[in-house]
């Protein structure tokens, strides 16, 4: 339970795990995850990153189901093949978008209707890539939409009780609980001034559900007791408040279990001239007792009467010429509390038993006394709370109170099990585990997918293009361009997750860099090489394929090879040598 310290500082212990919000719908909806400030950033990263490769499987999944639609029989232009090669292997729809525009433009003036070809499929990427965007902003509401409501740990919720086995008499509980009481009242007395007095609010403050309460004030009321002992017929207040358990007050529980009060309170100064008495004590003091209800509880018997409700010293000039101990507060308050239970009072939970004229057969009924110690005043006050009438002595030219004045008064309650903090991250349960179910499911899809495709195709349950679609593979697509030039014996050429591989040892085409502007695959023995035959006296050798035209190109602008102009990349291997440079170690 949130406590306040007596500087009013707040402390309160929060749950952190799963739990149910009640405010937010049900069992389902509800669910919340409260987790640390750390904890949670590392969840919310976490997130982001699961949705980001979901949505690439899902751009997978949306690609195999569009590639069978996109092919043509025959053969078919460069345009063609590019686009399905960019459905084929693009990770996702932001990079296969890209690359389908990048396609488009540059075949503007070589194919066929390049726009119309292309526009559709381009939209399409870029109609998926926006849907996974709004999805990932949609997975901020995981954490966002649940606001910052957390429940209290409640380790020691409860009403402080005394064990049988101690037996306590009421004067012994009294020891105990007063000094604790006066601790809380005086406690959250700061409070209320720290954060109430002003619109502004401290993080010190009890985040409750809701800062104030609904309540209508109205201060032209009727007195609620025995015309004979209110001092007012009208002008008395009123504060009616209708409280929701869960919306209000913040007590988490499901619907069946939350409830409404509403709560009337009437205060009306009290007329107590018929029922007080002033008694004298041997100390020659006087003091006024009131009889308003004789006392419930053990300790009220008195030499001089049984039955008064309250008592206090008798205020006199004599009484405040005197010098006054600074010691003793200005006011003191106490409280008589009478409870009703089945129209009656009960008098186990009340400390007193009202007069007929306090009784209320619907409410209960609480007097505050507010005694004065000793204070004088300048001028006359009319407040029925504080009024002060009775001249004193004349060369002070003060007056002091008529009397010990009375109204209701009631406590605030416990604290709510429910508080608003920002030092915790709250997500949705529910939508946590959707998004997760939901994406290891499209995951296990997509892997699994292009095998269960190609085993109903091959049975004849369905027809795909699984050839095509396979052969479209980046490593397929490098596996060919090898194999077309006879490089490799291969393995693995076919299915779902095919990894294509060679015989152990074989090596395959280099590239022949010739042409920076256009590569090309060869096979390492057509590489520019020195020939077997040498040439004339001139020490010159006879060269062959790219390195001669090479070399000549070299030479008739007058530059010199360098390592720039390597043309193959091998390595001969019946030698084992790397042919890095023209001509070294290709002498047959």
Known sequence: MAQVGSDGTVEFPVYVGAWTNWSRGGRVTGSTLTLSHRNGAFLIAFIALFITFVGSRLWRIACFAIYPFLLSKGPQDGLQHQRHATLRNAT???SGSVQLMFATWAWRSRAIHPFRRMLPVVAFSIT?????????????????????????????????????????????????LDPWVAERISSYANYVQRCYANSSRTDTCLPFVKKRLPTNID???????????????TGNINIESFVNSQADLGINGPVDFQFDMRIITHCAPLETKNYQKIVSSSQNTSYMQYFLGPLTYEGNNDANDSQYTFVAEQQSPQKLIKPIDSSVADYSISSKL?????????????????????????????????SANRIIYTEQVDDDWYAAHQEGANE???????????????????????????????????????????????????????????????HGIIKYPSLEWFSNNTLQLQRMAHEELGFGTWDGCVGPHAI??????????????SNPTHPKLVDSFECPKLDKEKSNDSGTVKMDGALADFEKNQASSNKQPDDSGITCLATDSSQGENLDKPGESAVK
């Not at 416990?414 to 949705?428: D, L, R, V």
């Open 338 to 370: 009478s409870r009703i239970y089945d129209g009656s009072t009960s008098l186990a939970y009340s400390s007193f038993a009202p007069v007929p004229e306090l009784v209320q057969d619907d409410g209960d009924s609480e007097v505050i006394f507010l």
């Open 500 to 513: 294509p591989v060679t015989a152990k040892g074989e090596l395959l085409a280099v590239l022949n860099r």
């Open 219 to 233: 201060p032209n009321t009727t007195c609620p007791f025995s015309r004979s002992i209110c001092r007012h017929e």
């Open 92 to 94: 996702d729809g932001t």
């Open 396 to 458: 002070m030219s003060v007056f002091y109170p008529n009397e010990t004045l009375h109204a209701p008064f009631y406590l605030a309650d416990e604290p709510a099990s429910k508080i608003i903090s920002t030092a915790y991250t709250n997500f949705s349960l529910f939508w946590l585990m959707f998004v997760v179910v939901l994406g290891l499911t499209i995951i296990l899809l997509e892997f699994f997918l292009e095998t269960t495709v190609l085993f109903l195709d091959r």
């Open 128 to 176: 998926i890539t926006a849907a996974l965007a709004v999805a990932s902003l949609f997975s901020a509401r995981i954490s966002s939409a649940m606001g910052n409501e957390v429940l209290l740990a409640g380790q020691n919720c409860g009403l402080p009780l005394f064990t049988s086995d101690t037996n306590p008499t009421p004067a012994q509980k009294n020891d105990i």
